[in-house]
C-alpha cells in the first residue's frame, strides 16, 4: 500500500465492464428531486472522459429468488405490485412508473457484473446504477434507495461459491441496509466510512456496531465529523481500512461507491475533492490484486453535484484503467486522529490495528 507521498496504480491494462441501462432513466421524480436522471449522465459522462476501454454489460432484472437472499419475500412482492404506480414509499424516497423496473434492473445489473468478474470476462466493473441501493432495509426502502444492491450482488457471489465478500462503503452516508443484512455473516465484511454527528441521515455506523454472533467484527464502522479532508480519509485507510482488508483476504471487492463526500455536494459536509476518489480506489485495487485476482466492481450510491459526480467518477475509472493516483498529504486533524483512534479501539479484540 502506498504510504507518504507514494503512488498508488499501475499500468497494466484492464478489462472494465460497464453496466448501463436506459430503464435506470425512468426513475423520475415529478418535482425535483436529488436523486435524479441527470446524476446518470454526469456519471456517463465521467466514465467517457476517463479515456479508458471498456465494455458494456448486458443487464437483466433480478429475480425473486436472488432478491429475496436480502430482502423479505413480502417486501418483494409488495414492490412488485407497485410497478407502474407513483408515489411516496417515505418522506425521501418517491416511486416513479418506471421505479420498480429500474430497480430491479439495477440489482439484476449487480448481479450480472459479479458474473463477469467470477466468469474472468472482465476484471474490473462499473455500475451506473439507479435507483441507488445501500439504505434498503430486508424489508423496506429508505432514503432514495428501493433495493439493495451492492446487497444482491455480494449475495449473488456467495450462492455461487465465493466465501469472502468484502464490501467497502465510501458514501458519505452510512449503508444501514448493507450494515443490516449483513451484520451477523462472517463471509461480508461490510466497511463504512461516513459522516457522523447531529442526527446526520441515516444516524448509524457508530464505531462499536461491530457485528453479532458469528458476524462480530466484520462490520467495520470508521464515522468521522463534519469537515474531514482528504488527509483524514487517507489516514482511515491505512490505519483501519486497508490492514482489516489485508487480514480478511477477499475474494471479490465490491465498492458501494457514493461521490457525496466530495467537498460541492449539497447534502454533506466533507471536504473530499475528485483526486481522492482515485487515490482510494487505487489502494483497494491493489487489495483486490493481491487476494481476489483482481475482481473489484464500484456500484454507484449517492452524489448530487453534478460536476463534482462527473469528475470523481472519471478519476475512479482512471485507475481502473491502469493509472496513477497520489496519495493526499498531510496529516489528519486532531479531532479526526480521536475518531480514528476510537475505531481502532473498538476493533482491536479482532483485527490486528494500531496507529
Not at 450510491?301 to 478519476?315: I, K, M, T, V
Request: aromatic share 6%; net charge negative.
Amino acid at each position: 500500500m502506498s504510504v507518504g507521498g507514494a503512488v498508488s496504480g499501475g499500468e497494466t491494462r484492464a478489462r472494465i465492464g460497464v453496466v448501463d441501462d436506459p430503464a435506470f432513466e425512468a426513475h423520475r421524480a415529478s418535482e425535483f428531486h436529488p436523486e435524479r436522471p441527470e446524476r446518470l449522465t454526469a456519471a456517463r459522462a465521467g466514465v467517457a472522459s476517463a479515456s479508458v476501454a471498456t465494455r458494456g454489460v448486458a443487464v437483466r432484472p433480478a429475480s425473486l429468488d436472488e432478491l429475496g437472499r436480502v430482502h423479505s419475500p413480502r417486501y418483494v412482492e409488495a414492490l412488485e405490485h407497485l410497478a407502474g404506480h407513483e408515489g411516496l414509499l417515505d418522506s425521501d424516497t418517491y416511486l416513479a412508473r418506471g421505479s420498480v423496473a429500474a430497480a430491479t434492473r439495477a440489482a439484476g445489473g449487480a448481479i450480472a457484473l459479479v458474473d463477469a468478474l467470477l466468469d474472468e470476462q472482465l476484471d474490473r466493473g462499473i455500475g451506473l446504477l439507479r435507483p441507488p441501493g445501500h439504505h434498503a432495509r430486508p424489508d423496506a426502502a429508505m432514503g432514495f434507495c428501493l433495493l439493495n444492491n451492492v446487497a444482491v450482488a455480494a449475495a449473488h457471489a456467495l450462492a455461487r461459491g465465493i466465501k469472502r465478500v468484502a464490501i467497502v462503503d465510501w458514501d458519505v452516508h452510512h449503508g444501514n441496509g448493507t450494515q443490516e443484512m449483513f451484520f451477523a455473516d462472517p463471509q461480508v465484511l461490510y466497511v463504512s466510512l461516513h459522516q457522523w454527528g447531529n442526527s446526520f441521515y441515516p444516524g448509524t455506523g457508530a464505531a462499536d456496531e461491530v457485528g453479532q454472533g458469528p458476524g462480530r467484527g466484520f462490520t467495520v464502522n470508521v464515522p468521522l465529523s463534519e469537515g474531514a479532508q482528504a488527509t483524514d480519509y487517507a489516514a482511515a485507510f491505512e490505519r483501519v481500512v486497508l490492514p482489516v482488508l489485508d487480514s480478511y483476504g477477499p475474494e471479490l471487492l465490491l465498492v458501494s461507491a457514493g461521490f457525496d463526500a466530495h467537498r460541492d455536494d449539497p447534502l454533506a459536509g466533507m471536504q473530499l475533492d475528485a483526486e481522492t476518489y482515485g487515490w482510494m480506489t487505487a489502494e483497494l485495487t491493489q487489495v483486490a490484486d493481491k487476494s481476489a485476482h483482481g475482481k473489484i466492481a464500484l456500484l454507484l450510491e449517492g452524489g448530487y453535484d453534478l460536476p463534482a459526480l462527473e469528475r470523481s467518477l472519471a478519476a475512479s475509472a482512471r485507475v481502473l484503467g491502469g493509472g496513477a493516483a497520489q496519495r493526499p498529504g498531510g496529516a489528519p486533524a486532531l479531532e479526526h486522529d480521536a475518531e480514528i483512534r476510537r475505531v481502532e479501539k473498538a476493533l482491536a479484540p479482532y483485527w490486528p490495528l494500531g496507529s
